[in-house]
């Protein structure tokens, strides 16, 4: 059974770096799929953050993008998210999940999709001087 | 950039069909999937590439895509569906997830 958990700081004061790890176990993320940060404000709906594959390849939220580092560690089986110059509006749950993006070829044109299949129980964080 | 929209709030009785529909531009083009996420909970995903059911989803619970629309049905609406659902497509022009602004189910 796949089970991601999510650790980090709950606390982070305004400008700093928030930075929170998933660790991952029942699966080796060097197997492949892909590997992802969302993020969840009170009240407020999904955000995606970013994701990558184990090999290092990286999408992220264009609107987070400037901000944004999510790096693998393979040797740890874990993953993290970095995101910079935080302000209140940062402050919100945040996820890790497991991810699978493909395509599927349609009369000679490639569809790509992505779904996440698991998640982690998340962790809240508050941006707070 | 690329949106998903979602009704805020979708009601239904105990032992009907309920239908959450998610609206983009071209989204037939695309693959949709579906999140049902209880409060506190993390989100579950109960559809994946527009019409398939994870392992562990129970048979109520559909998918379609087509057009413009992409559908969630629950039929058989039981006490415990009650919850927040998120539709999520990937945008490939701009290499993204993006998710629908969820809809509320209630369970009269």
């Known amino acids: 059974q796949v089970q991601l958990q999510e650790s980090g700081p709950g606390l982070v004061k305004p400008s700093e770096t928030l930075s929170l790890t998933c660790a991952v176990s029942?699966?080796?993320?060097?197997?492949?799929?892909?590997w992802g940060w969302i993020r969840q404000s009170p009240e407020k709906g999904l955000e995606w953050i970013g994701t990558?594959?184990?090999?290092?390849?990286?999408f992220y939220n264009p609107s987070l993008k400037s901000r944004v580092t999510i790096s693998v560690d393979t040797s740890k089986n874990q993953f993290s998210l970095n995101l910079s110059s935080v302000t209140a509006a940062d402050t919100a749950a945040y996820y890790c999940s497991r991810g699978l993006r493909s395509s599927i070829s349609r009369e000679g044109t490639y569809y790509y999709y992505y779904y996440m299949d698991v998640w982690g129980k998340g962790t809240t964080v508050t941006v707070s001087s | 950039s690329y949106e998903l929209t979602q009704p805020p709030s979708v009601s239904v009785s105990p032992g009907q069909t309920a239908s959450i529909t998610c609206s983009g531009d071209?989204?037939?083009?695309?693959?949709v999937c579906w999140y049902q996420q209880k409060p506190g909970q993390s989100p579950v995903l109960v559809i994946y590439?527009?019409?398939k059911r994870p392992s562990g989803i129970p048979e109520r619970f559909s998918g379609s895509n087509s057009g413009n629309t992409g559908t969630l049905t629950i039929s058989g609406t039981q006490a415990t569906d009650e919850a927040d659902y998120y539709c999520q497509a990937w945008d490939s022009s701009t290499a993204r997830v993006v998710f629908g602004g969820g809809t509320k189910l209630t369970v009269l």
């Open positions: 029942g699966y080796s993320i060097s197997s492949g799929y892909y």
């Open positions: 590439q527009d019409t």
């Open positions: 990558i594959y184990h090999s290092g390849i990286t």
């Open positions: 071209k989204l037939g083009d695309r693959y």
